[in-house]
């Protein structure tokens, strides 16, 4: 048997638990590891709630991003042997002692990153990624992260002044220091956003990658010097009705080795802002709920 943190009914916290749940066996083009670090994401409490769907029957495992031990390889997976060390995508949930990863969104771990940045990599940094990639700006172009202090537009920032992007983006003034250390300009969100952001990019922007969605992204899309120039993590509704796109999420495992090189390279921070077990999930996962945490939780396992 092998503990995990789940919910027993869609709805609010209050149907969160621990579960004791038969250690899983890799079906094909899996892996079972033994958990080490899990990724914690908005989307774990948006399952719960029923927001994504209730077509899973619960108990559902949280989490959908881990780092671990290899412990058994699935039929026709090539390239991974027990013992490898890795990160990934979950399938049966990271909130856990052991789990199965889909060996096509897993890479291997290198031993200069630390199984807690790796299970960082999978949801917030990949998507990150993705959402840059797809807006395909050129050195020199200006990009507005809606939401740049979380988990998703922390990595944005990074991988866009990486590009030779001038980033700036939206957060709380309390969140000023941190976005400068990004190396981009900080925009106070709320009333009158889209003079701010004026302000402070007087040609306009060259693209937004939006992880706040709704009102937020309508203010914010006038700025953009090309309609539509726009990819949302969150929205997909209001990016389609701005003319812009949902991010195309590849889930590749290239995604993830390139992600741990910029991070083994001191290229690429994903922020940690802090660590719990997977006892105290519940309050990792109270604090994502909250929408103000700054860069990234992990929950470090076993
Ligand atoms: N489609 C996908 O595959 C995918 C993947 C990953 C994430 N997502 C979604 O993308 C969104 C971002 O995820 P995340 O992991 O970065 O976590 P998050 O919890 O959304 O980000 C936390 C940050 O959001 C900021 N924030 C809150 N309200 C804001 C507002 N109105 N304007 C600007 N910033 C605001 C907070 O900064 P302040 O404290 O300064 O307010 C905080 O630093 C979530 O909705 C998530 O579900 C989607």
Do not use: E, V
């Given at each position: 048997m092998s503990k995990a943190f789940g919910f027993v009914a869609y709805g609010g916290p209050e149907n969160q638990k621990f579960l004791d749940r038969p250690t899983p066996s890799p079906g094909p083009g899996q892996l079972l590891i033994a958990v080490r670090a899990a990724g914690v994401n908005p989307v774990d409490w948006k399952i719960r709630q029923g927001?994504?769907?209730?077509?899973?029957?619960?108990?559902v495992v949280f989490g959908s991003e881990a780092s671990g031990v290899v412990q058994a390889v699935g039929e026709g997976v090539e390239g991974f042997a027990v013992g490898d060390e890795v990160f990934g995508s979950t399938v049966t949930g990271g909130y856990a002692e052991h789990t199965l990863l889909d060996a096509a969104s897993t890479a291997h771990k290198r031993p200069d990153v630390t199984f807690v940045q790796a299970a960082a990599l999978p949801v917030a940094a990949a998507t990150a990624y993705d959402a840059v990639q797809q807006l395909d700006l050129k050195a020199g172009q200006t990009l507005l992260i809606l939401g740049i202090a979380g988990g998703v537009g922390s990595v944005a920032a990074q991988l866009g002044k990486g590009h030779g992007l001038t980033v700036l983006g939206t957060a709380s003034d309390g969140n000023r220091a941190f976005v400068e250390s990004l190396g981009a300009t900080q925009v106070r969100y709320g009333d009158g956003v889209a003079e701010r952001i004026r302000a402070a990019a007087p040609d306009g922007v060259d693209g937004i990658v939006d992880l706040v969605g709704g009102e937020n992204a309508r203010a914010a899309a006038p700025t953009l010097r090309n309609p539509g120039r726009l990819v949302s993590a969150v929205d997909p509704a209001t990016a389609a009705e701005l003319g812009g796109a949902f991010v195309k999420r590849t889930r590749s495992a290239d995604t993830l080795a390139a992600l741990a090189k910029l991070v083994a390279f001191d290229a690429l921070d994903p922020h940690i802002a802090a660590t719990y077990p997977l006892e105290h999930a519940a309050d990792a996962l109270s604090e994502v709920e909250s929408g103000h945490v700054r860069g990234k939780l992990v929950l470090e396992i076993g």
């Open positions: 927001y994504l769907g209730t077509g899973q029957p619960p108990p």
